[in-house]
């Protein structure tokens, strides 16, 4: 069917803009994962925040992924404490950490100055974007560990585990 813009500017026989046709910068697609629920781990190593992944399929090689994520974390020592984390991009089989501030790895490192961190929660609120290359499905999810010998908690206080907050993780589909 050919488009047709009639004289009072109606636009018809197309469905949807395709994406040759979009400005670079165009969001494509959004994809959003909310976590309602806590976890808790005592793992010196990194582990998957459950039920904290997110996947996309890019629909062209040359788009980047705009990721906006939040999360609450808390611990149960009642000191300065902090809290460890990856945001991991699996695609293929490999995985990437993506959380790579100055001077710190793949390593993200929350810190709460309050001392009485039993009692509240920290955040950690993330903004990046990703490059990668593919129109194949791929995955985010975030990672922690215990910070010595605490256990660290997601999404709620330890002193009552009651569920207070919620974790997102939003990626977007930019054009490039």
């Not at 010196?44 to 399929?57: E, N």
């Not at 808390?74 to 100055?102: D, F, I, K, M, Y």
């Amino acid at each position: 069917m050919a488009v047709v813009i009639n004289g009072n500017g109606a636009v018809t026989g197309l469905t949807a803009l395709p994406d040759s046709a979009m400005a670079e910068g165009s969001v494509i697609q959004t994809v959003s994962v909310l976590k309602n629920d806590s976890f808790s781990t005592t793992s010196s190593s990194f582990v998957d925040i459950t039920g904290f992944t997110l996947d996309i399929t890019p629909q062209s090689t040359s788009s980047k992924i705009l990721i906006f994520s939040t999360f609450a974390w808390g611990n149960n020592v009642n000191t300065n404490a902090s809290c460890e984390a990856n945001l991991v991009r699996v695609l293929g089989g490999s995985a990437t950490n993506l959380a790579q501030p100055a001077n710190s790895g793949a390593t993200v490192v929350l810190s709460n100055p309050n001392s009485n961190l039993i009692f509240t929660t920290g955040r950690g609120d993330f903004i990046f974007l990703d490059s990668p290359n593919t129109t194949n499905t791929v995955t985010y999810k975030w990672q922690t560990k215990s910070d010595g010998s605490a256990t660290t908690f997601i999404n709620t206080r330890s002193v009552d585990n009651n569920l207070d907050q919620s974790a997102t993780i939003t990626a977007m589909e930019i054009t490039n």
